[in-house]
């Protein structure tokens, strides 16, 4: 979850991956994901990565960035 740091700004928590090349496994892993309707908020915590990075990888890849809804995915 994000905070607001003392100058107003949004800070990310600190996550593990954070900064470290995405792999083919995180690649098939995050299209997974999306396909199964989970948000940025979700694939980021479970790739260890702050939501700006798992958001700007969803679109290199160019699959669609969910929503904060989980509307994106399969019908169920």
């Given amino acids: 979850m994000s905070r607001v740091n003392s100058?107003?700004?949004i800070a990310e928590p600190h996550?593990?991956?954070s900064g470290t090349p995405w792999s083919e496994v995180d690649d098939r892993d995050i299209r997974w994901c999306v396909?199964?309707?989970q948000t940025v908020a979700e694939i980021a915590d479970f790739n260890c990565r702050p939501p700006t990075?798992?958001?700007?990888?969803?679109?290199?890849?160019r699959l669609p960035v969910p929503d904060s809804k989980n509307v994106i995915g399969l019908k169920r």
């Fill in 7 to 9: 100058g107003g700004r």
């Fill in 15 to 17: 996550s593990g991956n």
């Fill in 35 to 37: 396909v199964h309707g």
């Fill in 53 to 61: 990075e798992v958001e700007a990888r969803i679109r290199a890849l």
